[in-house]
């Protein structure tokens, strides 16, 4: 599995951006698929997990209501809408997949075997 991430930029506090995961192959039935941020001189941090098997949709506290994780099968794509942006959401964002993830894990770093390169995010204020 490859995991592809992209549509970082710069944008001012308040605006919007979406990223984009693309993966090599259709595994959103059956992986689990997060996102994670490290922002500078800060551990990488959970952002939101999709799993797409039940359905089930789990965000970070700092991102809950404001962020919003999709997915279009035809492209074998998963979304990261981020609205109302901060300057505290600048990170470097990854998208990451796993096959079985147990919830309570589904927060932690090292339960995903799958990563993508990162696509930088910058909010200014």
């Known amino acids: 599995v490859q995991l592809q991430a992209s549509g970082g930029g710069l944008v001012q506090a308040g605006g919007s951006l979406r990223l984009s995961c693309a993966a090599s192959?259709?595994?959103?039935?059956?992986?689990?698929m997060a996102w994670f941020r490290q922002g500078p001189g800060k551990e990488r941090e959970f952002v939101g997990a999709?799993?797409?098997?039940?359905?089930?949709?789990y965000y970070g506290d700092s991102v809950k209501g404001r962020f919003t994780i999709s997915r279009n099968n035809a492209r074998n794509t998963v979304y990261l809408q981020m609205n109302s942006l901060k300057p505290e959401d600048t990170a470097v964002y990854y998208c990451?997949?796993?096959?079985?993830?147990?919830?309570?894990?589904?927060?932690?770093?090292?339960?995903?075997?799958?990563w993508g390169q990162g696509t930088l995010v910058t909010v200014s204020s």
């Open positions: 999709a799993r797409w098997s039940s359905g089930s949709i």
């Open positions: 192959e259709g595994i959103f039935s059956s992986y689990v």
């Open positions: 990451a997949a796993r096959r079985t993830v147990i919830l309570s894990n589904i927060r932690n770093v090292e339960a995903y075997n799958y």
